[in-house]
């Protein structure tokens, strides 16, 4: 299975974005996606996930981005979403989707880029001031 990030750009302080990450295989079943991002000199961090369990669906942020962003999934085509709003500069980095299928995972867990067995290439956000 393959992950495919895609809808960065170059936007202004305050604009918004929506990131895709569609999977090769719409059969493809995973007990958690997430998305991730990397500024130039740091390391990757945790930016919001879902997790299914028994049913539920869980959705987790980071704080920093805790009612800007919404993350989402289509069912039908399989791919996750990153609606991103009002972007601020340090919001700039590569946004990496991940998804956990070999395990159901606590939700501690889900912050861990070690518990993502797939990965996408990454899509680059920049936000000018």
């Known amino acids: 299975v393959q992950l495919q990030a895609s809808g960065g750009g170059l936007v202004q302080a305050g604009a918004s974005l929506r990131l895709s990450c569609a999977a090769s295989e719409r059969t493809f079943s995973a007990n958690a996606m997430a998305w991730f991002r990397q500024a130039p000199g740091k390391e990757r961090e945790f930016v919001a996930a879902?997790?299914?369990?028994?049913?539920?669906?869980?959705?987790y942020y980071s704080a920093s981005v805790k009612g800007r962003f919404t993350i989402s999934r289509d069912k039908v085509e399989n791919t996750l979403y990153l609606q991103m709003n009002n972007l601020k500069p340090e919001d700039t980095a590569v946004y990496y989707c991940g998804a956990v299928v070999r395990v159901r995972p606590v939700v501690s867990s889900l912050y861990n880029t070690g518990l993502y067995d797939y990965w996408g290439q990454g899509t680059l956000v920049t936000v000018s001031s």
């Open positions: 879902m997790r299914w369990n028994s049913g539920n669906v869980g959705t």
